[in-house]
């Protein structure tokens, strides 16, 4: 009996456990066992108050209708027992760990570092790029790097840009120099959640050199010195030697030509100074004094040469010139009072450049006054021209024209001067004369007079102008009643009938005068008029006097 009862229990035990984990029968009459239980090892419980759950979830399919799992569809058919074990659904799914870090470092034994960073994480679908550094330890003939990219992704672009075979990018690198770093970037898109690891390799292969230096000394030279100097001056040039080339000039010789024009204290007309060696980037001067012995353009020249470069040459001009200009002034050497007199000015740039800002001016003396200045400034006794340029070798003429009715020699000055301070000055006398004024004068010293009776006749001439008179000559004309008999006086006379003629006076001074007396006897009773004309140089009207004597 306790044996029949043994074998009921047994088989009681083992429908109960079929039940439970056989699973359930589908519409198709299958039976599936569900996914892994909560009692496997590498599962757990957690717990939801006092109830604890599964954090499995169910991996049946979806034609199996479990009763393990309450959540299930399945499990509200009415063919489906609930399990005994409520089951909750979780909260969430845990975040996954990657195997490989995000930033990694590749060190070729070969001299090369390759350095990739990726982004930790990226949103499915979002675009991320993975960053490569590539640095050569030395020197590199070639350099090559390859990354393969994860399954997963979407390769979008590369910079630079690789080689694309598949989901395998290459970067044909070429020879690199030590400390050299060349970044590189490639894109790709996000297709799937989970890990995508790309991985990456690099090929080096190093190398080394053998070299010489091949070098060549190149020499120039400048010169500088006064653009403009004036004769005598002292001309001072210098000379500069540079070596621009990548070794050192040696025997560097400067040679200088002295040119016409400029004189060097020696003497010499060929001048040399040994310079020495010039290495790269080395500069040396020297410094050639002149003296400016000729005026013109001169241009000087110094020759550079060395034992192992080529020669080369470098000149400078200079100017000897001198800033003068002249002024000249003509008038009449003597004029008359009352009347004007013309002078002309003319003004001659004599130098070597032009002169600018040229003023000239006239000043007529005190007793003196400006008829007219063309194209002057009038102030009073002063006439100025202003002129803008006088180029090299030009003249410029002006007129002023000046009166005066005071006698004299007066003398007018006119001077010229320019902004480059060049000055010059010219002057002429002009005698101003007055004309003579003749005063003629007769008297009788017995008046009246019988028939037969003496009287004489005193003259006087006098010069009572400013100036002299020539060739003055008296004639005495005596009427029918008075007869002239004798003549005396300052100059010699002659009696030819009634008419008396004296030697003509050949310079009467002003202030001067002259005598003369005609005796003469009565010879007609009336009354008589003696009559005197004097004429001169100045005169070509004569100056008649008369005087009146009675005769009984």
Known sequence: MKRHMG???????????????????????????????????????????????????????SDCEPCCDPCDPCCDKPNCQVCPTPCVEPLCTPAKQCRHPSTNELKCRDGLIVRA??????????????????????????????????????????CPEAKVEGNMLTWDIGPMKCGQCIPAQVW???????????????????????????????????????????????????????NRGSCTAEGVVLTDNVPDGLQHSSGQKTLCY????????????????FCA??????????????????????????????????????????????????????????????????VVTDCAPSATSIVSANGATI??????????????????????????????????????????????????TTRWKGRPALH??????????????PTSYCITVMNQGPEPDNNVKVVVRFPKEIQPVAVT??????????TVTFTPCGTLWPRQCFNLRVDAKGRESGDGRVMVEVTSDSISTPIVQQESTHVY
């Open 117 to 158: 960073v990726n982004p930790k994480t990226c949103m499915l679908g979002d675009q991320y790029p993975i960053e490569f550094e590539i640095r050569a330890c030395e020197d590199l003939c070639e350099a090559v790097v390859t990354t393969q990219l994860p399954e997963g992704v979407t390769y979008m672009k590369s």
């Open 379 to 428: 102030r009073g006794n002063q006439a100025v021209w202003k002129l803008k340029e006088v180029k090299q070798g030009e003249k410029v003429t002006f007129t002023i024209t000046l009166t005066t009715c005071t006698p004299g020699c007066f003398t007018n000055r006119a001077t010229v001067n320019s902004c480059e301070g060049c000055t010059a000055c010219a002057e002429t």
């Open 489 to 498: 006086g300052d100059v010699q006379g002659t009696i030819s009938g009634n």
């Open 188 to 242: 790709v898109k996000c297709d799937c959640e989970g890990e995508l690891c790309a991985c990456f390799c690099a090929k080096a292969t190093p190398v080394r050199f053998c070299s010489l230096l091949c070098a060549k000394p190149r020499l120039v030279c400048s010169k500088c010195g006064p653009a403009e100097v004036c004769p005598g001056e002292t001309v001072t040039y210098r000379v500069t030697v540079t």
């Open 440 to 453: 003629v004068r007769i008297c009788d010293t017995e008046d009246p007079i019988c028939i037969g009776d």
């Open 293 to 358: 012995a000729k005026r013109g353009n001169v241009c000087n020249t110094a020759t550079i040469t060395a034992c192992n470069a080529d020669s080369t040459s470098c000149q400078a001009c200079t100017c000897i010139c001198c800033c003068d200009v002249q002024i000249a002034k003509t008038g009449p050497k003597e004029q008359s009072l009352g009347k004007n007199a013309d002078y002309q000015i003319t003004v001659t740039n004599t130098g070597d450049k032009p002169l600018t800002n040229v």
């Open 7 to 61: 074998v009921m229990a047994s088989l009681l035990i083992m429908m109960a456990t079929t039940v439970l984990w056989v699973g359930c029968s589908n519409s198709r009459g299958c039976y599936d066992q569900c996914g892994p239980t909560c009692e496997d090892s590498s599962y757990g419980y957690q717990q939801q108050g006092n109830v604890p759950y599964c954090t499995v979830q169910p991996s049946c399919p």
């Open 274 to 289: 040994n310079m020495g060696n010039l290495a790269p980037c080395e500069s040396k001067c020297v410094d050639i004094c």
